[in-house]
Nanobody, 119 residues
């Protein structure tokens, strides 16, 4: 199973930008689809963005479409989430997750990184 470590969270003003990184170790990173989820206090976990194993296909939640960009570098075993035009409602703990190709379950999770957007 792959192990995941997120970084890049922090405090930013509304309208600002942040880039989250998720470094993977363990089994072959390029065999996993990757995703970013987020969870705000008192709210359910939300799938924010996904990217397939090759990086050729992505998905975005409507709430972040046009503002966030997911990408991956398989040579560096890293997936990124570039967040722009941040809003206070983007405040949450952001989690990186991995899904083995051919399966339906995200079975590896990072510890999460806090993103706080001030108004």
């Amino acid at each position: 199973q792959v192990q995941l470590v997120e970084s890049g969270g922090g405090l930013v003003q509304a309208g600002g930008s942040l880039r989250l990184s998720c470094a993977a170790t363990g089994r072959t990173f390029s065999s996993y689809s990757m995703a970013w989820f987020r969870q705000a206090p008192g709210k359910e976990r939300e799938r924010v963005a996904t990217i397939n194993s090759s990086g050729g296909s992505t998905y975005y939640a409507n709430s972040v479409k046009g503002r966030f960009t997911i990408s991956r570098d398989n040579a560096k075993n890293t997936v990124y989430l570039q967040m722009s035009s941040l809003k206070p409602e983007d405040t949450a703990v952001y989690y990186c997750s991995a899904r083995p190709t051919g399966t339906m379950v995200y079975d590896a999770w990072g510890q999460g990184t806090q993103v706080t957007v001030s108004s």
